[in-house]
């Protein structure tokens, strides 16, 4: 019940085009749902984030729409630039200062 | 956002030597800070929570005895290895929370043991 589903496992999309990376999940008590960018060497970064009263959050080009009744929630990269190419992550937590639970991770190659 | 430094980036180690690791947070206070463990292409696996003033609470299947963390301060935690050994050869990324909402990483740490 702790497990954050994340699919695909890698993705391939070519430079313009938009990318889809879904999670799902089972605890209803998950209220803070994050998305990390990470390329090879480096620390995860915050992306955007997303708490369940709201159903879709934009920043730029990134946007995370959420499906509360599906559990489930997914990341959207429009108009994909080679520099996006990275392992993407979603993350889901219940309450502050509780631990992350992470999905597998899905690495994305944005094709020129 | 807020900063979270780690050092060292990297390190190299012989068997059986220790080796520490520090997970610091420049421009605020952290009174909880993460310590995670990344494999090749796989997700992060949490080891840790650390607690200012406190014991840090490990995972199942984290040995305590061996991956040791300190959380003197506000701003520094650190992960020591003990007794290092090639199996310990991984990636070590921390991080923070400010103000109970977002989590800040550090770049991580690359260990490898000889």
């Known amino acids: 019940q702790q497990q954050v589903k994340q699919s695909p496992q890698s993705l391939i999309v070519q430079k313009g085009g938009i990318s889809i990376i879904n999670c799902a999940y089972e605890n209803t008590a998950f209220d803070y749902f994050p998305w990390y960018q990470q390329f090879p060497g480096k620390g995860p970064a915050l992306l955007i984030a997303i708490r369940p009263d709201v159903s879709e959050k934009k920043e730029g080009r990134f946007t995370i729409s959420f499906n509360k009744s599906a559990k489930q929630f997914s990341l959207h990269i429009m108009d994909s630039q080679p520099g996006d190419s990275a392992t993407y992550f979603c993350a889901a937590r219940s309450g502050g200062y509780n631990k992350l639970i992470f999905g597998a991770g899905t690495r994305l190659a944005v094709h020129p | 956002g807020a900063v979270v430094s780690q050092h060292p980036s990297w390190v190299i180690c012989k068997s059986g030597t220790s080796v520490k690791i520090e997970c610091r947070s420049l421009?605020?206070?952290?009174?909880?800070m993460f310590w995670y463990r990344q494999f090749p292409k796989q997700s992060l696996m949490l080891m840790a929570t650390s607690n200012e003033g406190s014991k840090a609470t490990y995972e199942q299947g984290v040995e305590k005895d061996k991956f040791l963390i300190n959380h003197a301060s506000l701003t520094l935690s650190t992960l020591t290895v003990t007794s290092a050994h090639p199996e310990d050869s991984s990636f070590y990324i921390c991080s923070a929370e400010e103000g109970n909402t977002e989590a800040f990483f550090g770049q991580g740490t690359r260990l490898t043991v000889v």
């Open positions: 421009d605020f206070q952290a009174t909880t």
